[in-house]
């Protein structure tokens, strides 16, 4: 395994500061951690990079910045996509119980368990994160320039996904009670507000030797602060003017009506840095993803793919898929 020094990795990440941070969330009304926080995810996860790899993920930065909402749109082309960005933990379980010592860790006595259907019904994000590992691997591999970029943008999605409370839990939206509006609340519109006021000084990726095990860990950090999420929120409101919890805003050349700052700020400053802490989280698991999928697949030289582009044929795939995120309804859960 390579080994790199921290000093170098400060240094790097310290005088890459303001061009990690350099873009601007879009402004389209489809579901946007949001599009603003899965960018954001992708983009800093490349600084965690050791520098073996890291050239190679610096020079496709914006293509890994832009396409971490691929999973997103997919929902819109791809019945059976929705599933793979949440799992729905408290279908396994009941008051008292646990359901990390319920539910298998491995797919295969999963299946055994609950059943393929059964699973896929309530969402199967920890063990899709590690089948998509396993074709990153594949593509380093064989150094497919098109492939690895391609896993590359959306495993980091789907780790993006674990680490948001709200994306373990049937109460996905607070519709269960009475919080209608809550994900995007969470995931969107407080990283939006407060992302410039971040630290971003996560450091520096890491080997896993069990993946899936890393996944599950995401996704227990995720649900254990489900209960947070979902009762500061619904305390705030009941203290909070009712006619000052919403605000009309400029989106494009669309007014729209969110949760007022006002109320988002109180709301994450009640949550006491959760937003933060998740989306750090987020980053740094991202680049020990791809950097473990590297390294599993043998620490193949990369510098001969940096000046290369993705092919004509991934890009009208890309073209295809804008379409259908313009244009058609989604498939399965999706959160407005």
Not at 268 to 288: C, D, F
């Amino acid at each position: 395994m390579v080994n790199w020094l921290k000093r170098s990795f400060i240094l790097l990440t310290v005088s890459s500061v303001p061009f990690l941070l350099s873009y601007k969330p879009d402004s389209s009304s489809k579901p946007q951690w949001g599009f603003f926080g899965h960018k954001r995810i992708n983009r800093i996860a490349v600084f965690t990079l050791p520098p073996q790899i890291f050239g190679f993920y610096k020079e496709n930065i914006e293509f890994l910045t832009d396409h971490a909402v691929d999973p997103d749109k997919r929902r819109y082309a791809v019945e059976g996509e929705a599933e793979c960005h949440y799992i729905d933990l408290d279908h396994y379980y009941k008051p008292g119980e646990d359901p990390f010592l319920l539910l298998p860790k491995y797919w295969k006595d999963a299946v055994a368990k609950y059943t393929e259907d059964t699973l896929r019904s309530y969402g199967i994000v920890p063990w899709n994160i590690l089948h998509v590992k396993y074709k990153l691997q594949k593509a380093f591999e064989s150094k497919n320039l098109d492939l690895i970029l391609k896993y590359s943008s959306e495993v980091g999605h789907y780790i993006g996904d674990a680490h948001v409370p709200l994306h373990t839990t049937e109460n996905y939206n607070g519709q269960l009670t009475g919080q209608k509006g809550i994900h995007g609340l969470w995931e969107s519109r407080l990283v939006e507000i407060n992302a410039e006021n971040y630290d971003y000084f996560v450091g520096k990726a890491s080997y896993q030797r069990d993946v899936q095990s890393f996944c599950w860990d995401a996704v227990k950090g995720s649900h254990s602060a489900l209960d947070s999420v979902l009762r500061m929120e619904k305390e705030l409101t009941n203290s909070f003017p009712s006619d000052r919890k919403y605000a009309y805003e400029q989106r494009g050349n669309t007014t729209i009506s969110t949760y007022s700052r006002e109320f988002c700020e109180s709301y994450h400053q009640l949550l006491n840095g959760m937003v933060e802490r998740r989306l750090k989280a987020s980053i740094l698991a991202v680049g020990s993803v791809w950097y473990t999928a590297w390294v599993d697949a043998g620490q193949p030289d990369l510098r001969e793919l940096q000046q290369q582009k993705p092919s004509a044929e991934l890009m009208k795939e890309f073209e295809s898929l804008d379409q259908h995120f313009h244009n058609d309804k989604h498939f399965g859960r999706i959160c407005d």
